[in-house]
């Protein structure tokens, strides 16, 4: 049984216009019943799921597309698909180097602040 455009839109807590907006990108086909809804299956699910990962790992819609294009394609573009898979892990072990000096950063603001307040409620007592 395929879900409603509106009960995928909550499941990823995203707006429908995004789904259709997907979908006019090639991103996802979902079928439709006889009266034109849009009726989204498992597979649907799994491609919405990829594609969310990429963008939230900070993939290009242009990239995102053309991965889902090439999918279409068929087996012959195996390795052009892994090569976005690992070109896109590369930018995402980057991200997270990135994020962790923030993250060092910010633990070493939150340690002085502790600190600070600390000795500034010890002076009052």
Known sequence: ?????????????IEPHTLRFYEKE???TP????????VYEERDISQLELAMCFK???????????YFELVK???DTLDERLDIFTTHREHV??????????LA???SKIEWYVDYIKRE???VS
Do not use: N, P
């Open 73 to 75: 394609d068929g087996v």
């Open 105 to 107: 950063k910010i633990e």
């Open 56 to 66: 939230s790992t900070g993939m290009s819609l242009k990239d995102i597309k053309k």
């Open 93 to 102: 072990l980057d991200e997270i180097e990135i994020l962790k000096k923030h």
């Open 31 to 38: 079928s439709r019943t006889g009266s034109g809804i849009r």
């Open 26 to 28: 090639g991103i996802v």
């Open 1 to 13: 049984m395929g879900m409603s455009i509106s009960q995928v839109a909550e499941r990823f807590g």
């Open 121 to 123: 409620r010890t002076k």
